[in-house]
Structures are given as structure tokens and as C-alpha cells.
């Protein structure tokens, strides 16, 4: 177990670790610097010595750490080695078999022995976390240097937090990773979804009628932070995955004015409650979709103390466009979680989800198939499976294709084998920041089978850019531009950016007679997309389309990528893209904060 200053000390001394001395402000400034820093190929932990806030003249006493997760070196080092590693432990506690003779008994030992580690242990003295104290009517969130990442929040928000919460039995632990909305000096707004464990808890305290204790901490050693995001079936508390990973149970202190229980080590803590009959008006928020999710009603914690260590580090993180640090949390939550996937699909043998596919947007998954219809009883098991019930598009590849993270050469494997009587339209439960389903928590899945050989017949007969852009346009004059990508598989990808002044499926129907040079088109707003950047592409098709509602098999396959509004008889609010404000950039690259180039910016739509 290592505090969080002990982990800043060993990053500075490996140099992954920038300290930033400039006063910058918590207000848009230090998440426009992450989240600049992230995205770049060299990324580093950055550390914030000065953060103020110029609004309300207060300069902090704490320094912000943002970027933890920078990159797979600094990942695997938090996890104290290699997640396929953790994955290989887990898979072998899963088939253990009883010992056969003395000696296989003696061989397991030390395997038993270390799960006793597994459990966390409750001491019975304060904390370090608890070095300061702070009850009402002292306790004043105005003190945490908590942050406002975009322009059009709602407000500052903590992102960091690990939210402890308990059943109303007391039977159940849980650890989730929820933003929370700072609304003034002693209230919190909690953004637990309804799928999420502390939103059942919640119920309870609402159906019995009492208010429910929360507490939220912040810091500590980073592991914590991961541990609140890993998807671990319902009722498992999440510290226990902790005391596996670092082979020492969790040590928990009692918080001051509740009865949860959480890290010693932690460098902030924020204890309260929640009313179950009061909601407030949570967000916008940008989001780590890339999208504002929308104002909503949501409970309120009342603060009842703050305590914190003698010298403690803010931690926070920003969200937004990918790349981020949730793709280094994500990656090693992919590698880990694989054996515990492979018990509800036995035949898996790898997955993998790209970040710019929003995670729970889209995942690849290689498998080995023994029947006809194999792969889409994966598809209903994957969206039957804890969060795995999220993901909206699923594509299965056979155990020959390439490597899933070597994205060019899996993509000519898929493409090769892509046909209409493979594809599978479902619908089900879907993220609650998902923002292109026609209604709230329910949309459309898509799934492709792309096991087996390749198909037989591609497209016709290709034709170049140019005049097919040109054909297109003869059509509808509101085809801005085109791009086909990988021209010599059997299903070239059409990019096309469109002008929308007419629901795109009457686009449609006036262009099937091109269906001898097109296989697959795929219609993104002219506006706010480069059809030359494919990175990207994947994250705004991946975000923007419902199965059920955007894609047409025949003629060919075509998928409507673009915003939608009234004219699709869409009538949710459409979110905005998350966007740094140029201002803020243009003076912290002015002052030396940060340093990028106009191309990063083009690059991932900053």
C-alpha cells in the first residue's frame, strides 16, 4: 500500500511526473491542461502546485494531481504488474481442482494463503486520512479545490470520488466512481445511475423512508479509483478485488459522522447523507462520451464533515473526447476481467474495446466457433452479462484473425467478411449518458458476425473518389464530401459527409441504384467531422447511431451517422460536442503550461 505522495515521489523520480508551479485556475484551467497533456504520445501525471480560483479570490492550500493513469507504463506500475498477469491468477483460482495427494496440497497452500488478503481489515484507531476534522457547521466544500472541466457545466464537479455506500442491511459494501456535482459550500449532487449498485441501495433507503449515509473519498493509493470503475457482479465490494490485486487486504477506518467504512490512507474524505424524497437538477456535464449529458433530477448529499490528511493531494480527472486517461483504466480492466467473461463464454478467446469506441459503444471479441449461429448466441450472452449489457455494437471474429489492437489488419478481416444475413438488430438496456437512442436507458444493438471465411462476392466494381462523389451529388446536391477507405476488401467503407437538410433515410432511397460500386456507406454531418480522420469517425459513428433506427441493409448497408432532430422524428434533446475553450488555451500555452501544436487540435477534434 502506497499513499498518494509516495506514489507522486516515485513518478517524479522516473520522470512521468510534470509539476506545474503557474497559479492556474480550477475553473476550466487545469482540465483544459490535462486534458491537452493526455493526448499526446508521451503523457505524463501532472501536478498542479497552485491551483486558485479567480472567481472567489481563493487560493488552495493543496495541490490538484491530475492524469494519474497516464499511460500503460504508469498503469501497469499501480497494478503492480502486468494486468494479464492479475487475469492468469484469476483464471487459475477459477479452475482450481481439488489437490490430488500430499503434494498438491502442499502446491495450493500458498494460493489459500493469499486470499486471506483478499478481505479487508477494520482497524480500530483513525485514520491518516483523519489527521483533520472538520464537522458542521466548519465543514465547506469552498475549501477542495474541486474543478469546472467545460464551459457549459452545470458547475464544478468532483471526478475522482470514490463513493462508498452500504445496504440498508448493512450486509452489502460497494465502491462506484460517480461524478458529483458541487452545488454550494455543503451539498453534493449524486450522479449514481438507476443501473448502478448505490442507486439499488438507494431504493432501499427510499422504500423504508430514511435518509442514507454516503461517503466519498478522495486520494489515497490510485488503485482505489480503479477499483470503483471495475464491472464486479452486484453485492461484491469492490475493495475485495483490491486486496487481490495487491495481495494486502484494504485498510478502512470508520467515518466520523456515519457508519461507512474507507481507506486510512485516503487524502480527503467528504462524509454525509442523502434524503431520499430531495433531487436537484444535476448538469450538464461533459462527459466521457464526448457529449454534454443533459440537466436531470438526481439526489443530494448533505455534507456532515470533511476530514483530510495533514498535507493532502486533490485528485481529479477530465473527461471528454478520447484519447484519455480511462483508456489506460479501461485497458487494464479489459485484460483483468477476461477470465471471469470467459465462464459465462467459454469459447471466447480475446476482447478488446477500442477507447475511441466509448468503451461501451463497441467491442471486438475473437472467438473459436463450433456451430452455425455460434457467435450471435455470444451477442445475447455478452448483452446479458453485468455492464457488458451496455455495449451496443458487438463484432465477432474467428480465432484465425489478426491481433484485435492491430487495428488495420482486423479491419480488412472484418470487412472481408461482412454480410447482411450476419448482422443482428436487438435492443436493449444501453448506458444512461447514451444519447442516440430515441428514448432514455433502452435502444438498439447491432451485432456482426465476421467468423468463418470470406464472403464470396464483394462489391461490384470500385470506383474512384471522385466520381462517385460526383454521381452522389447528381443526386443530392447536399453531399459535401467522400472518402472510401480500404478500397481493395470486399466491403470498401464509404465515408460521406452530408449536409443535412432532409432525414438522411430519404437520401436513401434515391441512391440505391449506386449499389454496384457501394457495400457499405456510412453518412456523418458535414459539419464537425473530417471524413480524412478515421480516428475519430469511429467515435462519432459509434456514439451517434441506433440500430434499430439508423441502418438499412439493402441495397447495401447504410448507416446514418448524423445528429438527429425533428427531421427523424427525433424529439430528445441532441447534446452538444465537448470543446475546449480557445481562450483558455491560447493563455495557458501563452504562460507556459502547456504546449500543442494546431494539428493536435485538428486531430482529436479538440
Known amino acids: 500500500?502506497?499513499?498518494?505522495?509516495?506514489?507522486?515521489?516515485?513518478?517524479?523520480?522516473?520522470?512521468?511526473?510534470?509539476?506545474?508551479?503557474?497559479?492556474?485556475?480550477?475553473?476550466?484551467?487545469?482540465?483544459?491542461?490535462?486534458?491537452?497533456?493526455?493526448?499526446?504520445?508521451?503523457?505524463?501525471?501532472?501536478?498542479?502546485?497552485?491551483?486558485?480560483?479567480?472567481?472567489?479570490?481563493?487560493?488552495?492550500?493543496?495541490?490538484?494531481?491530475?492524469?494519474?493513469?497516464a499511460n500503460f507504463k504508469i498503469t501497469e506500475e499501480i497494478f503492480g504488474r502486468h494486468p494479464d498477469a492479475i487475469a492468469a491468477e484469476i483464471g487459475e483460482l477459477m479452475h482450481m481442482k481439488p489437490p490430488q495427494g500430499f503434494k498438491e496440497k502442499l502446491s495450493l497452500l500458498p494460493k489459500l494463503f493469499a486470499l486471506k488478503n483478499v478481505f479487508p481489515k477494520r482497524l480500530k484507531h483513525r485514520g491518516l486520512c483523519q489527521q483533520i476534522v472538520k464537522t458542521l457547521p466548519d465543514a465547506d466544500l469552498n475549501e477542495l479545490p474541486i474543478l469546472k472541466t467545460w464551459s457549459e457545466d452545470g458547475g464544478p464537479f468532483v471526478t475522482m470520488g470514490q463513493v462508498y455506500t452500504k445496504s440498508i442491511d448493512g450486509k452489502m459494501q460497494n465502491l462506484g466512481m460517480y461524478r458529483l456535482q458541487q452545488y454550494d459550500e455543503k451539498r453534493l449532487g449524486m450522479h449514481w445511475q438507476i443501473h448502478k449498485d448505490a442507486s439499488h441501495f438507494f431504493d432501499q433507503y427510499k422504500e423504508a423512508g430514511i435518509k442514507m449515509p454516503v461517503t466519498v473519498a478522495i486520494g489515497g493509493d490510485p488503485l482505489y479509483i480503479w477499483c470503483g470503475q471495475a464491472p464486479l457482479p452486484y453485492g461484491m465490494f469492490e475493495l475485495l478485488l483490491y486486496g487481490f490485486v495487491r495481495n494486502e487486504p484494504a485498510r478502512l477506518v470508520k467515518s466520523i459522522t456515519n457508519d461507512i467504512w474507507i481507506p486510512e490512507d485516503a487524502d480527503i474524505v467528504i462524509e454525509g447523507e442523502v434524503d431520499p424524497e430531495e433531487l436537484m437538477i444535476e448538469g450538464p456535464f461533459g462527459d466521457h462520451t464526448g457529449y454534454y449529458t443533459l440537466k436531470e433530477p438526481y439526489p443530494v448529499m448533505h455534507v456532515t464533515a470533511i476530514t483530510m490528511k495533514k498535507e493532502p493531494v486533490y485528485q481529479a480527472t477530465v473527461v471528454g473526447k478520447p484519447p484519455l486517461?480511462?483508456?489506460?483504466?479501461?485497458?487494464?480492466?479489459?485484460?483483468?476481467?477476461?477470465?471471469?467473461?470467459?465462464?459465462?463464454?467459454?469459447?471466447?478467446?480475446?476482447?478488446?474495446?477500442?477507447?475511441?469506441?466509448?468503451?461501451?459503444?463497441?467491442?471486438?471479441?475473437?472467438?473459436?466457433?463450433?456451430?452455425?449461429?455460434?457467435?450471435?448466441?455470444?451477442?445475447?450472452?455478452?448483452?446479458?452479462?453485468?455492464?457488458?449489457?451496455?455495449?451496443?455494437?458487438?463484432?465477432?471474429?474467428?480465432?484465425?484473425?489478426?491481433?484485435?489492437?492491430?487495428?488495420?489488419?482486423?479491419?480488412?478481416?472484418?470487412?472481408?467478411?461482412?454480410?447482411?444475413?450476419?448482422?443482428?438488430?436487438?435492443?436493449?438496456?444501453?448506458?444512461?449518458?447514451?444519447?442516440?437512442?430515441?428514448?432514455?436507458?433502452?435502444?438498439?444493438?447491432?451485432?456482426?458476425?465476421?467468423?468463418?471465411?470470406?464472403?464470396?462476392?464483394?462489391?461490384?466494381?470500385?470506383?474512384?473518389?471522385?466520381?462517385?462523389?460526383?454521381?452522389?451529388?447528381?443526386?443530392?446536391?447536399?453531399?459535401?464530401?467522400?472518402?472510401?477507405?480500404?478500397?481493395?476488401?470486399?466491403?470498401?467503407?464509404?465515408?460521406?459527409?452530408?449536409?443535412?437538410?432532409?432525414?438522411?433515410?430519404?437520401?436513401?432511397?434515391?441512391?440505391?441504384?449506386?449499389?454496384?460500386?457501394?457495400?457499405?456507406?456510412?453518412?456523418?454531418?458535414?459539419?464537425?467531422?473530417?471524413?480524412?480522420?478515421?480516428?475519430?469517425?469511429?467515435?462519432?459513428?459509434?456514439?451517434?447511431?441506433?440500430?434499430?433506427?439508423?441502418?438499412?441493409?439493402?441495397?447495401?448497408?447504410?448507416?446514418?451517422?448524423?445528429?438527429?432532430?425533428?427531421?427523424?422524428?427525433?424529439?430528445?434533446?441532441?447534446?452538444?460536442?465537448?470543446?475546449c475553450d480557445p481562450e483558455v488555451l491560447e493563455s495557458l500555452k501563452r504562460r507556459g503550461v502547456i504546449d500543442y501544436d494546431r494539428e493536435l487540435l485538428e486531430k482529436f477534434y479538440i
Open 1 to 69: 500500500m502506497a499513499s498518494m505522495n509516495q506514489w507522486l515521489d516515485r513518478l517524479e523520480k522516473e520522470g512521468n511526473l510534470r509539476i506545474i508551479e503557474e497559479p492556474c485556475d480550477v475553473n476550466l484551467e487545469i482540465a483544459h491542461a490535462a486534458y491537452i497533456e493526455v493526448k499526446k504520445s508521451d503523457s505524463k501525471v501532472l501536478l498542479f502546485k497552485r491551483p486558485v480560483n479567480r472567481e472567489k479570490g481563493i487560493e488552495y492550500d493543496m495541490p490538484v494531481v491530475m492524469n494519474m493513469f
Open 325 to 579: 486517461e480511462d483508456k489506460f483504466m479501461g485497458w487494464g480492466t479489459e485484460r483483468i476481467f477476461l477470465p471471469l467473461l470467459q465462464t459465462t463464454a467459454p469459447d471466447l478467446i480475446d476482447y478488446h474495446m477500442p477507447e475511441n469506441g466509448v468503451f461501451h459503444n463497441l467491442i471486438m471479441a475473437k472467438m473459436e466457433t463450433h456451430y452455425k449461429g455460434h457467435a450471435k448466441q455470444f451477442m445475447h450472452a455478452f448483452w446479458g452479462v453485468g455492464q457488458m449489457s451496455f455495449v451496443k455494437h458487438a463484432i465477432f471474429v474467428g480465432k484465425d484473425s489478426p491481433k484485435l489492437t492491430d487495428y488495420g489488419a482486423v479491419s480488412e478481416y472484418i470487412l472481408n467478411r461482412v454480410d447482411v444475413s450476419r448482422l443482428l438488430v436487438s435492443e436493449g438496456i444501453v448506458d444512461a449518458l447514451d444519447h442516440s437512442s430515441p428514448e432514455a436507458l433502452v435502444g438498439g444493438k447491432l451485432g456482426l458476425d465476421c467468423t468463418g471465411e470470406e464472403i464470396e462476392e464483394g462489391v461490384a466494381s470500385t470506383i474512384g473518389d471522385e466520381a462517385l462523389l460526383e454521381a452522389m451529388q447528381t443526386i443530392d446536391s447536399n453531399v459535401v464530401a467522400l472518402k472510401q477507405y480500404f478500397t481493395h476488401t470486399k466491403t470498401p467503407v464509404c465515408i460521406m459527409a452530408y449536409r443535412k437538410e432532409r432525414c438522411v433515410h430519404r437520401l436513401f432511397d434515391d441512391i440505391g441504384g449506386l449499389h454496384e460500386h457501394i457495400r457499405l456507406l456510412i453518412v456523418v454531418d458535414a459539419e464537425n467531422n473530417d471524413i480524412e480522420n478515421p480516428y475519430m469517425l469511429v467515435w462519432r459513428v459509434a456514439n451517434n447511431i441506433d440500430a434499430q433506427r439508423d441502418l438499412r441493409k439493402e441495397p447495401f448497408i447504410m448507416l446514418d451517422a448524423t445528429n438527429k432532430n425533428s427531421l427523424d422524428g427525433y424529439d430528445r434533446e441532441w447534446p452538444g460536442d465537448v470543446m
